[in-house]
């Protein structure tokens, strides 16, 4: 399985479409086996769901995100995973394990830069 999480300096991002990077981990028997960043191509509606899933991910992992973009990646059966926060490989290997579960957290505002409501 293909992990992408959603990162700024390492960290999970408060909101995914304005992060630095995704980092991309793939997971096998519950453990990170390869890992690769690459840099957020831009903030465009509807654009990077489907950028990620051309990249092969089937889960992303973010502090928060807007409600089209879940439902873009829901259309892309990609799994979304929200409320993370903390060290981005921590998050994967967390979700490899079955340990991280999504809160649900979506973002209704899109002038923020810094962060996404309270996570």
């Known amino acids: 399985m293909k992990i992408a999480v959603a990162s700024d300096n390492g960290m999970v991002t408060g909101h995914f479409g304005h992060c630095e990077n995704f980092m991309?981990?793939?997971?096998?028997?519950?453990?990170?086996v390869k890992s690769e960043t690459i840099a957020n191509p831009g903030h465009k509606p509807g654009f990077l769901p489907n950028f990620l899933a051309e990249q092969g991910v089937t889960v992303?992992?973010?502090?928060g995100m807007g409600a089209g973009a879940v439902n873009i990646f829901n259309e892309r059966n990609i799994e979304v995973v929200l409320g993370a926060a903390g060290d981005a490989k921590a998050a994967a290997e967390a979700y490899a394990q079955g340990t991280l579960k999504s809160t649900g957290s979506t973002c209704r505002e899109h002038q923020h830069r810094g962060g996404c409501g309270n996570h």
Do not use: L, P, Y
Not at 24 to 32: M, N, Q
Not at 60 to 63: C, K, P, V, W
């Open 24 to 32: 991309i981990f793939e997971a096998e028997d519950k453990k990170i």
């Open 60 to 63: 992303i992992i973010s502090g």
